[in-house]
């Protein structure tokens, strides 16, 4: 039975802001305020070349690679790469050679494609609307007006307009990681009992936040005046990788010709070498043009083969070579410490899900509250019907409004409309996602179910799954200090696993798509008439 909603947790802009105001490591704010240019599209410039056009297709310059049906042209990538070397000097990360730049320039646009058109067949759609309701929300959260996060945002070196278009892309891509894989992705009762009994016996993970802060006084952030009398959160590792991919079904010879590859970049990470120039240049993870910066989060937030790599690392250490599905890995602490939990930093969150897993949220990691914590559960049922290219937001919309009629009317009732209707795995169940407690929707669900009376039937509501009808069914006071703690056990598991969980999804997409890449085969051809 489904109780339980994922939360969107990955919005660069979100964490921008967040990571300049609520006083996280550097080493993220840095990565953050990057990553809104980074995630841009390419803007169009001049640049020709004789590869042929598709047939019915017309263009003013040459084809790079084409991506199932849709084109990526070499003035893309020749500005892509102009903006991204800008960048990468900008942040004193050095620049790699042409021929390096424009691969891992070219591989990131075809990825974006790639995501995009499975976007799209899954009718996921970002408006201007969307994405100046999130602008809005973000700069709320952090107490400055839109205009002055703009501001910032400039000072940065981002421009507005491919800050926007940062912020549809990760959008999009949350979206479409909760539809893809978070529902696969299930976390047992068994695990969740295993993992708080470790986190009882292993200070390094459940170590209250005093403790932590005794430990790494050299980073703590100075908390803003209004902070200064709240509780420290918890032990944060900024992290940035190298990743040498090892493709599905490569032969023993390629293996041992990947891990060499790995060992020497290793080798030269150990010597001192910079390791963002390093990361840019040699690594094949997605983040490898942002310096292989990941972000920050508790130690206990990491996949488990990082977690056991870099427990032990001080800030500025690298880790031994990381054997993996994907790969090899080399793991760097960009910085590690505690930081005072940012108000509205759970902004994001749930959509129904198959599964009842429930996506991280930074801030119930908070110090655990001493004694009952006494809240007001709703116990609700709903309606799901999913967007698609068949199943536009009108369309879904529409259809809802009819079955809500008919339930008013008297002519069905809700289990009956959720057993016929719903898309969610609840619907056998009639829709029943059982006791729900405070933030485990996402906003627009929360408020819509909380403005509900026992019995009444909410209109139509929109989330990042598609659109809703929402019947409160009865409310009660509950001591849910047990079962927060265990919500907060399920969050940290369920978010060591979903990241990598989505990049292999990521991957396989990747490899059933047409790409043609005809910008390497080209370099290739000159490379041999040489």
């Excluded at 549809?168 to 894989?181: K, P, T, Y």
């Excluded at 969610?424 to 906003?443: C, I, K, R, Y």
């Amino acid at each position: 039975m489904m109780r339980r909603l994922h939360s969107l947790r990955r919005l660069s802009g979100n964490a921008l802001l967040l990571a300049l105001c609520a006083g996280l490591p550097a080493a993220h704010a840095a990565e953050q305020t990057s990553r809104g240019a980074n995630s841009a599209k390419a803007a169009p410039a001049a640049q020709k070349q004789d590869a042929p056009a598709p047939k019915g297709e017309q263009f003013v310059d040459g084809i790079a690679a084409i991506v199932d049906k849709d084109v990526i042209t070499l003035r893309e990538l020749r500005d892509a790469s102009q903006r991204i070397a800008g960048e990468l000097k900008s942040r004193g990360i050095q620049v790699p050679d042409d021929q390096t730049l424009q691969h891992q320039v070219l591989q990131r646009l075809i990825m974006e494609r790639v995501q995009r058109h499975e976007a799209d067949r899954l009718g996921i759609r970002v408006d201007d609307k969307q994405i100046d309701t999130a602008i809005q929300a973000i700069a709320s959260r952090n107490k400055i007006t839109v205009q002055q996060l703009r501001q910032e945002l400039e000072k940065s070196g981002t421009t507005w307009e491919n800050y926007r278009k940062s912020l549809r892309d990760e959008i999009r891509s949350d979206r479409l990681r909760q539809r893809a894989v978070d529902s696969t992705i299930v976390i047992s009762d068994a695990e969740v009992d295993a993992f708080l009994k470790d986190q009882r016996r292993n200070p390094a993970f459940g170590a209250a936040p005093a403790q932590a802060a005794q430990a790494q006084p050299q980073v703590q952030p100075q908390p803003a005046p209004e902070q200064a009398a709240a509780p420290a959160g918890p032990m944060l590792y900024a992290l940035a990788q190298i990743l040498v991919r090892v493709p599905e079904g490569s032969s023993p010879d390629q293996l041992s010709l990947l891990r060499k590859k790995a060992e020497g970049v290793l080798a030269r990470a150990k010597r001192g070498d910079d390791f963002a120039s390093l990361a840019a240049a040699s690594s094949d993870g997605p983040e490898a043009l942002q310096g292989g910066v990941m972000g920050v989060r508790p130690l206990d937030g990491w996949p488990d083969l990082f977690v056991k790599a870099i427990s032990n690392l001080q800030k500025g250490q690298v880790s031994q070579l990381i054997q993996s599905g994907n790969g090899f890995h080399i793991i760097k602490v960009m910085d590690r410490g505690t930081a005072q939990p940012a108000p509205g930093r759970t902004a994001r969150a749930p959509a129904p899900q198959a599964a009842p897993q429930p996506a991280p949220q930074p801030a119930a990691r908070e110090q655990a509250p001493q004694g009952p914590t006494q809240v007001v559960q709703t116990r609700a049922r709903h309606i799901l019907i999913k967007t698609s290219t068949v199943m536009s937001d009108d369309l879904a919309r529409q259809r809802l409004e009819q079955v809500r009629q008919r339930l008013v009317n008297g002519a069905a009732t809700f289990e009956e409309m959720a057993r016929q209707y719903s898309q969610d795995a609840s619907a056998p169940q009639g829709g029943e996602l059982g006791w729900l407690n405070p933030g485990e929707t996402v906003p627009p669900f929360e408020a819509a179910m909380n403005a509900l009376q026992p019995g009444e039937i909410s209109q139509p509501v929109q989330s990042p799954f598609g659109w809703h009808l929402i019947q409160v069914e009865e409310r009660r006071e509950h001591d849910a200090t047990d079962d927060l703690a265990r919500m907060r056990a399920r969050q940290t598991l369920f978010e060591r696993r979903a990241q990598p969980a989505f990049e292999d999804w990521l991957e396989q997409l990747r490899a059933q798509a047409y790409v043609d890449n005809r910008f390497e085969k080209q370099q290739k051809i000159q490379q041999n008439n040489r």
